[in-house]
């Protein structure tokens, strides 16, 4: 017979054993796992093209309207040579040269400030560049991380696991996986549909 100690653990023993038989169980068997290259859906991600031609266009533009001020330049810096040789030629007042003194100070002002513009022109494209690629590959992975979510959903997956190596260590976390099935490719066509 049980001892009087024990006869309160039977109805936690009883609850236990209820809980146990409700509660769905699911062998190691009977996970599916899969493997995905974040990097390669993300290059083949249509959508992330597209974006990254509109930038690839927006730099276009900024390289077109860089090399008219660079032009621009070019030209007072030939103008600024033509004006030393010309004033080595033919200034011989004070006055003469003083003449051509202020027209060598427009120059070099024009010179300056096209420069200026310049690399105010580099520095505001490069920091923007570096923001909308920053985005692009944001907005990108989160489309992507979403859209194999719900593949994965769809195919009853219980595990996806990135094998593109975006540890601290840049190795991928999965080192291993028994009877882990690629679906690189079948999510790439899925999320271009």
């Not at 509109?54 to 390289?63: G, I, V, W, Y």
């Not at 979510?149 to 540890?167: E, N, V």
Request: with cysteine; glycine share 0%; charged share 30%.
């Amino acid at each position: 017979m049980l001892s009087t100690r024990f006869l309160h653990l039977i109805p936690f023993a009883f609850v236990l054993v209820l809980l146990s038989a409700w509660m769905p169980s699911t062998a190691a068997a009977d996970t599916r796992c899969a493997t995905v290259n974040a990097d390669e859906i993300l290059k083949n991600y249509k959508k992330a093209n597209d974006y990254r031609k509109a930038l690839l266009a927006k730099r276009d533009q900024h390289k077109q309207r860089l090399a008219t001020l660079v032009a621009r330049r070019s030209k007072a810096s030939e103008s600024m040579a033509s004006l030393r040789k010309e004033i080595i030629q033919q200034a011989e007042t004070k006055e003469a040269r003083e003449i051509y003194r202020d027209r060598a100070d427009k120059l070099v002002n024009q010179y300056q400030s096209l420069d200026r513009a310049i690399n105010e022109i580099e520095n505001l494209h490069l920091k923007e560049a570096k923001k909308d690629l920053s985005v692009l590959i944001q907005r990108s992975l989160n489309e992507i991380h979403t859209k194999i979510a719900q593949y994965a959903r769809d195919h009853q997956y219980h595990w996806i696991i990135d094998t593109s190596g975006r540890s601290s260590s840049t190795i991928s976390p999965l080192i291993y996986a028994r009877d882990a099935e690629d679906i690189t490719d079948k999510i790439s066509e899925y999320i271009n549909q």
